[in-house]
């Protein structure tokens, strides 16, 4: 019941340490008073806890996990109240997983999703190239919107043949901030207007001739020249 004090190298096989520690043939540690089955194992009754603490400051605290040739390392980037999951040795350094203080998430490279994805009040910065078919569903009043947090700036459809970004060979439509009308367009360069929409008046103006195979009804007309 007394210290034991050993001055020198200490073999210990399959130790027992009553209510702590076991330590198992083979290298193997165990808290929690079992019989060890990997290098560390910890077990305790009823939501058992690893705590990692910084006592000095908000500094790194993480996790590293290493092979011969790469480094990992997950954890909390406390000086900026971030979790992460970082291919380095340290956080600040390609850090490709980011939860913030508050609950953003950022994923630094390509999200490649093998599955359905449900997908709730979405914002895309910058532009977003889709390989497939985008389908919009909802049981009643579905939206698909194009607009800018600009004043007097553009919103545009385009639907056109050959690669992405061409202006060549379709159609579409576009509302004009900077004189207040919609546009729709076709032709072999897809920005040629067709049809224009005031904003304000509704008036409508074709282009070119209007051709209509069925009966019109036309109410207050006015033909110029006539």
């Known amino acids: 019941n007394k210290d034991f ?7 210990l096989d399959n130790v ?7 330590i198992a043939s083979g290298g193997k540690l165990s808290i929690g008073g079992v019989v060890p089955t990997e290098l560390l194992h910890i077990a305790g009754a009823g939501n058992p806890k690893i705590l990692i603490e910084d006592t000095n400051s908000d500094n790194q605290v993480g ?6 040739n790469y480094n990992w390392i997950a954890g909390v980037h406390g000086g900026i109240d971030s979790f992460k999951i ?3 040795t340290a956080f600040g350094s390609n850090d490709f997983f980011v939860i913030n203080g508050a609950g953003n998430v950022s994923i630094i490279k390509d999200f490649d999703v093998n599955g359905h994805t449900n997908l709730d009040n979405v914002s895309i910065a910058g532009v977003t190239t889709a390989s497939d078919n985008i389908s ?6 579905p939206i698909l919107e194009l607009t800018t947090n600009t ?3 553009d919103s545009s459809l385009r639907l056109h043949e050959g690669t992405a970004g061409s202006t060549s060979n379709g159609g579409g439509m576009y509302y004009s901030g900077a004189n207040n009308k919609l546009y729709i367009t076709c032709g072999t360069t897809l920005t040629t207007e067709r049809i224009t929409i005031d904003r304000d008046t509704g008036n409508v103006a074709v282009a070119k001739d209007l051709d209509v195979d069925g009966h019109t009804n036309l109410d207050n007309v006015s033909i110029a020249g006539v």
């Open 151 to 153: 004043n007097g700036a």
């Open 16 to 22: 027992s340490v009553a209510g702590v520690t076991t």
């Open 136 to 141: 919009i569903v909802k049981s009643s009043g």
């Open 5 to 11: 004090d050993v001055d020198g190298h200490t073999n």
């Open 86 to 88: 970082s291919h380095s």
């Open 63 to 68: 996790v590293r996990f290493k092979t011969t």
